[in-house]
């Protein structure tokens, strides 16, 4: 599985992007999707996740309220919509796939099988 994670990019505080992140290699509607970030000096943290058919979702309380997460199946395709960013949204991005299909609840790194490259968000203040 491949996937290619797009949409990043500066953006002042309590303005908003659209993360996308593009898979090929596997059937995209038999695959778990998340985002995760990562600050410097800080470890990679879960901030949502989606399941196979994006009827179900689950956020970090960090994000909550703010962020919403969605797949277009048709396109091979998982969102995250950021809204009322804040400075400390500011990390690299990641996109990751997981095979169980309870993992869209998982916030645990190593219960995902495949990562993207990451995109650079950065939240002036």
């Known amino acids: 599985v491949q996937l290619q994670a797009s949409g990043g990019g500066l953006v002042q505080a309590g303005g908003s992007l659209r993360l996308s992140c593009a898979a090929s290699?596997?059937?995209?509607?038999?695959?778990?999707m998340g985002w995760f970030r990562q600050a410097p000096g800080k470890e990679r943290e879960h901030v949502s996740g989606?399941?196979?058919?994006?009827?179900?979702?689950s956020y970090s309380d960090s994000v909550k309220g703010r962020f919403t997460i969605s797949r277009d199946n048709a396109k091979n395709t998982v969102y995250l919509q950021m809204n009322s960013l804040k400075s400390e949204d500011t990390a690299v991005y990641y996109c990751?796939?997981?095979?169980?299909?309870?993992?869209?609840?998982?916030?645990?790194?190593?219960?995902?099988?495949?990562w993207g490259q990451g995109t650079q968000v950065t939240v002036s203040s």
């Open positions: 990751a796939a997981a095979n169980p299909s309870w993992a869209w609840n998982s916030r645990r790194v190593d219960e995902y099988d495949y």
């Open positions: 989606i399941s196979f058919s994006g009827s179900t979702t």
């Open positions: 290699g596997r059937t995209f509607s038999s695959l778990v």
